[in-house]
C-alpha cells in the first residue's frame, strides 16, 4: 500500500512537524516521508481533503459493543467501522456482553473477532467472575492473553477487601484496575442527579455522594495497597477535587471524563428522553464546569465517547425502567469542539494509550502510521443520519456539532467515513 496524504496541518505535539502543513508519504504503514510537494513516481494513491488536519490516533478507554449475546445492540465488525469513521484507531472494549469477558476464552474470543480490521480492539477483562463482584476472576492468564486492564464497568466493588487484593495482586504484572465509583446503597432507586431538576421532575435521585463516598474509599484502599487505579467517568465537582488531591499525594491515579458530562446538563431531562438516561447520571451546570476546568488544568486524563449501544426496546419505555446509556463515538469529536481547545481535545484522545499500556505512534518519519483526520472547522447538526452504530441512543440527536472525523489510517488501511 501506498498512500500520499496532500497537504494536512500535523497536530502532534511530539512530532517535529507539529503545526506544519506537510505532504506524508505512507508506505505499507510506515511513514516514510513528510515534506512539500512530494512527488508520486509510483502512482500511489492520493488524499486531499478540505481543511484537512492529522494527529497520532485517537484512543477510546470506554466502549460496549454487545457482542459476544447481545449482536442486536451492535456486532465487533460494525462497532469497529463505526470506530474508525469517526476517527478512532483504537479502543478498549468494556467486558459487559454475555458471557462476561472473565476468563482467557472470552479475550481471546473477541480478539480473533476484531482481527483486520483498521481499528485495533483492546479488551478489558472483567475483574470479578461474570462482574458480579465476589470472586476475582482469571487477571492475569486475561492480561497474558491480551486484556489491558479490569474493571467491571458500571458496577461499583462492595467488597473493598476484594478491590485491596486485586491491587496488590496486579502489581506482580504491572496490571491496571479500573475501579468505577457508586455506592448503590447510596443510590438505591435513584434514576437521576439529585437536585432541582430531578426535584421538579418528581424523578429519584441520585446524590453527587454516591460516587465520591466511593472515590474516597478506593483512594485510601490505592494508598495502602500502592499500584495503578483508573476511576472512570468522573461526573462532579468534588470528584474532580479529590482526584486532584490525590495525585499530590503521589498516588498511582488516572481518571476519565464522559463526552456527555462535558456537554450536556440535567436540564435535559424536562421532556423525560430516555436517551439522556446515563451512568452516572447528566450533572448540574456548576459540576460541567468543573469536568471542562479538570480537562484544562489536567486532573482528567482522558475523555471517551463511554459508547454503549442499547436496543429500542429497553430505551422506548417509562424513564424510571429505561436501561442508562448513550451511543458516542460518531459525535465525540464534534461535541467536544463546542466547548474545549483542539489541542487539548487531542491530547485527551491520545493520552489514554499510555495509561493502558498501548505503544504511540508520533507523526514522524519511519514510525507506525497510526493516523486519525479530520477537520476542526465547520457547524453541523448532529441527526439519525449521522448514525451508524446499529442502536441509535444517542445523547446528542439534534445537538450542534464543531468540525468532523474523516476517518484513519491504521494497520495498513484508510478508512473514511
Known amino acids: 500500500m501506498k498512500i500520499i496524504i496532500r497537504g494536512a496541518k500535523i497536530i502532534d505535539p511530539k512530532s517535529p512537524f507539529h503545526n506544519q502543513t506537510a505532504d506524508l508519504l505512507i508506505v505499507d504503514g510506515f511513514i516514510k516521508k513528510i515534506g512539500t510537494a512530494l512527488?508520486?513516481?509510483?502512482?500511489?494513491?492520493?488524499?486531499?481533503?478540505?481543511?484537512?488536519h492529522l494527529s497520532q490516533g485517537w484512543f477510546d478507554s470506554s466502549v460496549s459493543l454487545g457482542e459476544p449475546g447481545f449482536e442486536d445492540r451492535e456486532t465487533i465488525a460494525n462497532?469497529?467501522?463505526?470506530?474508525?469513521?469517526?476517527?478512532?484507531?483504537?479502543?478498549?472494549?468494556?467486558?459487559?456482553?454475555?458471557p462476561v469477558i472473565d476468563n482467557q476464552a472470552q479475550v481471546n474470543f473477541v480478539?480473533?473477532?476484531?482481527?483486520?480490521?483498521?481499528?485495533?480492539?483492546?479488551?478489558?477483562?472483567?475483574?470479578?467472575?461474570?462482574?458480579?463482584?465476589?470472586?476475582?476472576?482469571?487477571?492475569?492468564?486475561?492480561?497474558?492473553?491480551?486484556?489491558?486492564?479490569?474493571?467491571?464497568?458500571?458496577?461499583?466493588?462492595?467488597?473493598?477487601?476484594?478491590?485491596?487484593?486485586?491491587?496488590?495482586?496486579?502489581?506482580?504484572?504491572?496490571?491496571?484496575?479500573?475501579?468505577?465509583?457508586?455506592d448503590d446503597k447510596i443510590k438505591g432507586n435513584g434514576v437521576a442527579n439529585e437536585g432541582v431538576v430531578s426535584t421538579r421532575l418528581g424523578l429519584k435521585g441520585i446524590p453527587d455522594l454516591a460516587e465520591e463516598l466511593q472515590i474516597v474509599r478506593n483512594l485510601f484502599l490505592l494508598e495502602y495497597t500502592g499500584g495503578k487505579m483508573h476511576v472512570p467517568t468522573i461526573?462532579?465537582?468534588?470528584?474532580?477535587?479529590?482526584?486532584?488531591?490525590?495525585?499530590?499525594?503521589?498516588?498511582?491515579?488516572?481518571?476519565?471524563?464522559a463526552v456527555h458530562h462535558l456537554v450536556l446538563t440535567d436540564e435535559k431531562l424536562e421532556g423525560f428522553d430516555t436517551r439522556y438516561k446515563v451512568t452516572p447520571p447528566l450533572k448540574t451546570e456548576n459540576d460541567r464546569?468543573?469536568?471542562?476546568?479538570?480537562?484544562?488544568?489536567?486532573?482528567?486524563?482522558?475523555?471517551?465517547?463511554?459508547?454503549?449501544?442499547?436496543?429500542?426496546?429497553?430505551?422506548?419505555?417509562?424513564?424510571?425502567?429505561a436501561k442508562n446509556g448513550t451511543i458516542g463515538l460518531e459525535s465525540a469529536f464534534g461535541a467536544l469542539m463546542t466547548v474545549l481547545p483542539l489541542e487539548t481535545i487531542i491530547e485527551k484522545f491520545t493520552s489514554g494509550k499510555a495509561i493502558f499500556s498501548i505503544p504511540n505512534n508520533s507523526i514522524s518519519e519511519g514510525e507506525i502510521?497510526?493516523?486519525?483526520?479530520?477537520?476542526?472547522?465547520?457547524?453541523?447538526?448532529?441527526?439519525?443520519?449521522?448514525?451508524?452504530?446499529?442502536?441509535?441512543n444517542s445523547a446528542f440527536l439534534g445537538t450542534t456539532l464543531k468540525g468532523k472525523a474523516y476517518g484513519i489510517l491504521n494497520q495498513g488501511k484508510l478508512i473514511l467515513g
Open 289 to 321: 464546569q468543573a469536568l471542562i476546568n479538570g480537562v484544562l488544568d489536567g486532573t482528567i486524563d482522558i475523555i471517551t465517547s463511554d459508547h454503549n449501544p442499547v436496543d429500542i426496546e429497553h430505551k422506548k419505555m417509562e424513564f424510571d425502567m
Open 79 to 98: 462497532g469497529l467501522d463505526v470506530a474508525a469513521k469517526s476517527g478512532f484507531t483504537g479502543i478498549a472494549l468494556q467486558p459487559n456482553s454475555y
Open 39 to 52: 512527488p508520486n513516481t509510483d502512482n500511489g494513491q492520493e488524499l486531499k481533503l478540505d481543511n484537512l
Open 369 to 392: 502510521a497510526n493516523i486519525t483526520l479530520f477537520n476542526p472547522e465547520g457547524i453541523s447538526i448532529f441527526t439519525k443520519e449521522n448514525i451508524l452504530s446499529k442502536s441509535k
Open 111 to 182: 480478539k480473533n473477532k476484531a482481527n483486520g480490521f483498521a481499528t485495533q480492539l483492546f479488551p478489558i477483562g472483567a475483574l470479578t467472575k461474570e462482574s458480579e463482584g465476589k470472586d476475582m476472576a482469571e487477571l492475569y492468564d486475561m492480561k497474558n492473553s491480551g486484556a489491558v486492564a479490569f474493571g467491571d464497568y458500571t458496577k461499583s466493588l462492595d467488597n473493598a477487601n476484594l478491590l485491596k487484593i486485586a491491587l496488590q495482586y496486579v502489581q506482580d504484572f504491572d496490571g491496571l484496575v479500573i475501579a468505577f465509583a457508586q
Open 235 to 257: 461526573s462532579s465537582a468534588k470528584s474532580v477535587q479529590l482526584i486532584k488531591d490525590a495525585k499530590a499525594k503521589g498516588l498511582n491515579v488516572t481518571c476519565s471524563v
